[in-house]
Structure formats: C-alpha cells, structure tokens
C-alpha cells in the first residue's frame, strides 16, 4: 500500500512545492496546492505579483524576468520559480481539486490548515476514505520552508515505517 501525501501552503509556491520537491525526491506519491485566492509573489516596493491558480510557472518567470531580473533573482524568486517549473506545470488551488485523494495532508500555516479542513467537510464523505491533516507551522520563507521539507519527509517515513510494522 502506497500511500498518497498532500503538501499544501497559501500559494503553491514556496512551502508547499519544496516539500513536494523533498517527498518526491524521497519517492513518495505526492501533489501540491495553494489555499488562497490568488497566487501571490513578493513584488518591487512592497507590492504583491497577483497571478491566477493555473498559470503556468514557466509564464510567471517570464514575467518577472521581464519586470526585474536583478531584484527577483536577489530574493530568490527566480531560483523559487526555476524549482517549481521542474515539478510541476503550473500552481494547484485545494477547494478546485475534488478528484485527487490523499491519505496525508501536510499543512504549513494554521490558516492553510483551517481552509483544508473546511473544504473537507463541505465536500461531505461519500467514499469514507480517511485522510489525516497535519500542520506544521512554518514562516513563509526559503530557509524555514526547507527545514518543514525536511520534517515532512522525516514525519511520512515514519508513517510509512510504523504502517509496515502494523501490517507484519
């Protein structure tokens, strides 16, 4: 039994596509979601980039590129970008995937994890498939991201380990 894991942040950008990166690397199943509205990147002067879920990451690099290559690759938005367009095609949102089933959602942010949980229950249990939700808390930043990465993976080896245990 393989189990599935979800990785799940505000934008689909930074926490929850590193540890998607980890997991996958680890060679666990697992997809990638944002909980906002928008897919939201720090901009110049303190604006926000705004991007709608489903846009190709590959575009959002362009578009940066185009605006300030110098600024986005100082911060590490580029780099973020580069990361993301190796994993996947384009940012998910949570609540507009209602056909992927995971046994484990990682959550990184307690708001994150509030909007699963609400968007579980408003889906109703059809199928009775159990999925556990977890969250740990994590600044959205590069480094912190990396250490959560690290955590998730630590967390679902020894979910895997104990369920071989279990079934033995």
Same mark, same amino acid.
């Given at each position: ?38 897919? #939201? ?6 604006? *926000?980039?705004?991007?709608?879920? +489903? $846009?190709? =990451? &590959? ?51 307690? #708001? ?6 609400? *968007?579980?229950?408003?889906?109703? +249990? $059809?199928? =009775? &498939? ?39």
């Amino acid at each position: 039994m393989k189990l599935r894991f979800a990785t799940v942040c505000s934008s689909n950008m930074n926490r929850s596509m590193e540890a998607h990166r980890v997991l996958q690397e680890a060679g666990f199943s697992v997809g990638s979601y944002g909980t906002g509205t928008r897919v #939201r990147l720090p901009g110049k002067d303190g604006d *926000d980039n705004s991007f709608e879920f +489903g $846009t190709p =990451y &590959e575009e959002m690099l362009e578009v940066l590129v185009t605006e300030d290559l110098g600024a986005y690759s100082k911060s590490g938005i580029i780099k973020m970008l580069e990361r993301n367009k190796n994993i996947k095609r384009a940012p998910q949102r949570w609540q507009d995937d209602h056909g992927a089933r995971f046994d484990i959602v990682f959550a990184f942010e307690e #708001r994150v994890f509030d909007a699963i949980v609400e *968007d579980l229950q408003a889906r109703g +249990g $059809t199928d =009775y &498939e159990r999925v556990h939700v977890i969250n740990l808390e994590t600044t959205d930043s590069a480094e912190e991201a990396a250490k959560a990465a690290v955590d998730a993976e630590k967390l679902a080896k020894l979910v895997c380990h104990t369920l071989i245990a279990l079934i033995c």
